[in-house]
Nanobody
C-alpha cells in the first residue's frame, strides 16, 4: 500500500516562498496521479495542483487551481520518490493544511477519487 508523507510546511511572511515535499513509499511515481490539496480552518478541502500519471491519458500533465496559477509549481522526481510543490508569492489566504494524495493511473486529481492520502503539513502565511 502506497504511503505518503508531507513535509516542508511552516510559518512564512506574505510574499515569501516554501517548498513542500511529498515522499512516497514506492519508486515509480509515474504510475500515479499525485495531487496537492489544502484545507483552511473552517473551510472544505480543495484541490491545489495535480500531476497526472504518465501512463494515463493525461500523460504527466499538470494543472493548477486558478487561485495559485503562476505562483505554485508541481514537479515529480522519481529518483527520490518525491513530488514537490514550489510555492512563491505566498498570501495569507494560502494558509492551510496541505495534503498530498495519489491515484494509480489517474488522469486527474479529484477530491473524492484519490486512493491514498498523507497526513498533511501546515502552512501559515502571516506577518
Amino acid at each position: 500500500q502506497l504511503q505518503l508523507v508531507e513535509s516542508g510546511g511552516g510559518l512564512v511572511q506574505p510574499g515569501g516562498s516554501l517548498r513542500l515535499s511529498c515522499a512516497a513509499s514506492e519508486f515509480t511515481l509515474d504510475y500515479y496521479a499525485i495531487g496537492w490539496f489544502r484545507q483552511a480552518p473552517g473551510k472544505e478541502r480543495e484541490g491545489v495542483s495535480c500531476i497526472s500519471s504518465r501512463f494515463s491519458s493525461g500523460g504527466g500533465s499538470t494543472n493548477y487551481a486558478e487561485s495559485v496559477k503562476g505562483r505554485f509549481t508541481i514537479s515529480r522526481d522519481n529518483a527520490k520518490s518525491t513530488v514537490y510543490l514550489e510555492m512563491n508569492s505566498l498570501k495569507p489566504e494560502d494558509t492551510a493544511v496541505y495534503y498530498c494524495a495519489a491515484k494509480p493511473y489517474g488522469d486527474a486529481c479529484r477530491l473524492y477519487g484519490m486512493d491514498y492520502w498523507g497526513k498533511g503539513t501546515l502552512v501559515t502565511v502571516s506577518s
